[in-house]
């Protein structure tokens, strides 16, 4: 990624790109993509150096939820669902031996509500539906 950044931005100000008139949008078009190559490795950089500092605990029952719980909710209709609260890379989906595990930031409204909850605990997610009220089954 960075040198797919710092090739954009050698593309942008090569002498190639300079405008041969008015219309001519080749040197700001690849300035626009040098600038998003580089905040997209920004992005990834802040995102490495989050997970690797992410300390794995220990998580019981009797634990609150934190970041690198696993917590598995179960809705109204008995239906369960499994997230993993991380600190980046909220909407992925990971497997967990063959189960589908959604990972959740605290960011997210999910995550507010997840933070700090216990194991029993009842948390309610608003949203275009309305109101849905979920269990918190399990957490580890």
Not at 36 to 50: D, I, M, N, S, Y
Not at 58 to 75: F, H, K, Q, R, W
């Amino acid at each position: 990624m960075r040198k797919a950044a710092y090739d954009a931005a050698a593309a942008a100000t090569h002498a190639e790109a300079k405008p041969e008139n008015d219309k001519d949008t080749r040197a700001l078009e690849a300035s626009y993509l040098a600038a998003g190559q580089a905040e997209r490795v920004r992005e990834l950089e802040t995102a490495l150096k989050l997970l690797v500092g992410l300390e794995l605990r220990d998580i019981g029952a009797a634990t609150p939820i934190c970041a690198s719980a696993i917590i598995t909710l179960e809705d109204d209709d008995g239906a369960r669902t499994m997230f993993f609260m991380s600190p980046h890379g909220g909407g992925v989906r990971l497997d967990l031996e063959g189960t589908s595990v959604q990972v959740v930031t605290p960011q997210s409204p999910l995550g507010k509500a997840l933070l700090g909850r216990l194991h029993g605990d009842v948390i309610e997610l608003r949203g275009k539906s309305g109101v849905r009220e979920m269990t918190i089954v399990d957490v580890y």
